[in-house]
């Protein structure tokens, strides 16, 4: 019950406070001496289980009176910055484990797979969880905020009775709780069952490097500048699309208790197609996997919003947004190495940069969540938006319409045009291979 615009405030101050930690711990990383655990792996060691208390505090309701506006922003950003000292390291893994790109390759492939596949059940955990609390509609305005992601979900399950509200906190916290318990056992997982070979680390640098020295080299770097110009674009037309889909099914589409359902379809479909577009980019090339996994979501895009409503179509079109979301999740990450492994040739000198490209690219997926949650919370704001109510004025829909297909079809189109523009096709990944193999 925290004021909307008090919630916005603490949402755009931990996306703000992840601008500034995300390529401070990149560069902080790359410093760290070599252990007998690694050097990526103590990171992740000791931030995991203060991640996990800050986590299961934010969900946690303070009985003070006044404070609990900075309550929830100290844990918020201090969660974000407990997961970026996980996610950069777990991410820069990639390059630590092997030299060679088919191993990166099948490795990211693997690593995505499982992520999709770990936002699946937590998204069934959360939605069964939290979706046993009856939070029946009310039919006039009670009150407006925000909706978009957790806090619409938050919001649509809150009630005016004392009871019921009590029930959707404990509700909450049995979720938080659920999901730290699976943050610490793939945690352990990771630390017991993956080793960094020494070989492979390049994260020291011979000459010591100062911190805007390293960021100036990153980001004069052109395919690396492009690869994240794409990257973006994808990534906040995918964020709109998730972030809004539940609404949309809701109102515009009138499938209140399927929203849930069809969400799934998505991330089943995307876990199941992630090994066939490992495949394809084998087959055909990283660029041309990206020209058509991506692509392929826009004919389906156009037709939800076209066509009369129908269960049938938008479980299509779920299916169909699933093998996108697939393509979107992993080549991004696939292309990533090539680009650090054509920077190396260009600068074989300078080591030691490889946690600053992860560290960006994890920073640029958090930022565009915040800019879809930031466009979408305005975008229904101004068309009138009612929270929890039982059906929202024709401009809402329509605002719900563009922002799950003309907005997301507008991005993909100006993504791919900027993917168009990246250097690093097939021919040039062979060769740089070569070359890298003729320094070593």
């Not at 999740?329 to 920077?343: G, K, N, Q, R, T």
């Not at 009612?386 to 997301?408: D, E, H, I, W, Y």
């Amino acid at each position: 019950q925290v004021d909307a615009f008090y919630a916005s405030i603490i949402l755009f101050a931990g996306r703000v406070w992840d601008a500034i930690t995300d390529p401070m711990v990149g560069f902080f990383i790359s410093k760290t001496s070599w252990t007998r655990f690694g050097r990526l792996m103590p990171w992740i060691m000791f931030s995991t289980p203060f991640a996990i208390i800050s986590y299961f505090l934010i969900w946690f309701v303070p009985d003070i009176s006044t404070g609990q506006v900075m309550w929830y922003l100290v844990f918020y950003c201090a969660f974000q910055t407990l997961v970026t000292c996980f996610h950069v390291p777990y991410s820069a893994l990639t390059m630590f484990i092997s030299r060679e790109q088919s191993e990166r390759d099948s490795a990211t492939a693997y690593r995505m797979t499982v992520e999709v596949l770990g936002t699946v059940l937590g998204t069934a955990i959360q939605g069964q969880i939290v979706g046993k609390v009856d939070t029946p509609c009310i039919g006039s305005p009670f009150f407006f905020g925000l909706s978009n992601s957790s806090v619409a979900m938050e919001e649509l399950n809150m009630t005016h009775d004392t009871e019921s509200l009590t029930d959707t906190r404990n509700a909450y916290m049995i979720a938080a709780g659920v999901i730290g318990g699976l943050y610490i056992l793939c945690a352990l997982i990771l630390l017991l069952g993956v080793r960094e070979r020494r070989e492979s680390s390049e994260l020291q640098s011979d000459e010591p490097v100062s911190f805007f020295q390293g960021l100036k080299l990153v980001m004069n770097h052109g395919p690396y500048i492009k690869l994240i110009a794409g990257f973006l674009f994808t990534s906040l037309a995918f964020m709109l699309l998730e972030g809004n889909f539940a609404l949309f099914c809701t109102y515009t589409l009138g499938f209140r208790n399927e929203f849930q359902n069809i969400l799934l379809a998505i991330m089943l479909s995307a876990t199941l197609t992630i090994p066939f577009w490992q495949w394809f980019l084998t087959r055909f090339g990283k660029k041309t996997a990206v020209y058509v996994g991506i692509s392929s979501a826009i004919p389906f895009l156009i037709a939800v919003v076209v066509l009369d409503s129908n269960l049938f179509v938008t479980y299509v079109v779920a299916v169909a947004a699933g093998i996108s979301v697939a393509a979107a999740f992993l080549l991004p990450w696939s292309m990533l190495p090539d680009v650090i492994d054509d920077f190396k040739l260009q600068h074989p000198s300078s080591h030691g940069h490889e946690a600053i490209f992860f560290s960006f690219y994890v920073f640029f997926t958090k930022f565009t969540a915040g800019v879809s949650l930031g466009i979408s919370t305005l975008s229904l704001d101004f068309a009138g938006y009612q929270t929890r109510g039982c059906s929202q004025p024709g401009q809402v829909n329509f605002t719900l319409k563009m922002l799950v297909s003309a907005v997301p079809v507008g991005l993909i189109l100006l993504s791919l045009l900027l993917f168009k523009l990246y250097p690093i096709d097939e021919e040039k990944r062979r060769k740089n291979k070569k070359a890298l193999q003729d320094l070593r």
